[in-house]
């Protein structure tokens, strides 16, 4: 059986951050991870990519979006077009605009904690 893959936009570095925990999360679950960030090369040990499409041609299992979302906006057609079972808008990520956008665009959307969903507590992947 394959892993379960995610890409996580608005991955980060700084271990502070949620688009971090994300990352450290979705690892321990097992997911192969494909962090995504406009200028950082490796986050976590992993490669980084500055957009969905550089990513290996793999099947994404979920997208998390932990971007704002006046950039998150700006994302939808690339998330619609890498074909994900599910987009997960985390907390911060969302907004009315945003969300009525991602339907019209047929997106999967789960709007929640995509590190709760897998099992995992933000507060359990520390700085």
């Known amino acids: 059986m394959s892993k379960l893959t995610v890409a ?3 991955a980060s570095a700084d271990r502070q951050k ?3 925990k994300s990352v450290r999360a979705h690892l321990k679950q097992g997911y192969e991870v494909f962090p995504v960030h406009p200028t950082e090369s ?3 040990g ?3 990519y ?3 499409a550089e990513i290996p041609k793999v099947h994404l299992n979920r997208i ?3 971007v704002p979302p ?3 906006i700006g994302l939808l057609e690339e998330i619609r077009d890498r074909r994900a079972d599910e987009v997960w808008f985390n907390p911060g990520s969302e907004s009315p605009e945003l969300l009525q956008r991602a339907s019209e ?3 999967n959307i789960i709007q929640a904690c995509s590190i709760i969903d897998i099992g995992e507590s933000p507060s359990a992947h520390p700085d």
């Open 70 to 72: 006046h950039i998150g």
């Open 50 to 52: 500055t957009n969905l």
């Open 42 to 44: 490796n986050i976590e």
């Open 8 to 10: 996580i936009i608005g």
């Open 64 to 66: 998390s979006v932990y």
């Open 105 to 107: 665009l047929g997106l």
């Open 46 to 48: 992993l490669s980084a």
């Open 18 to 20: 949620y688009g971090n």
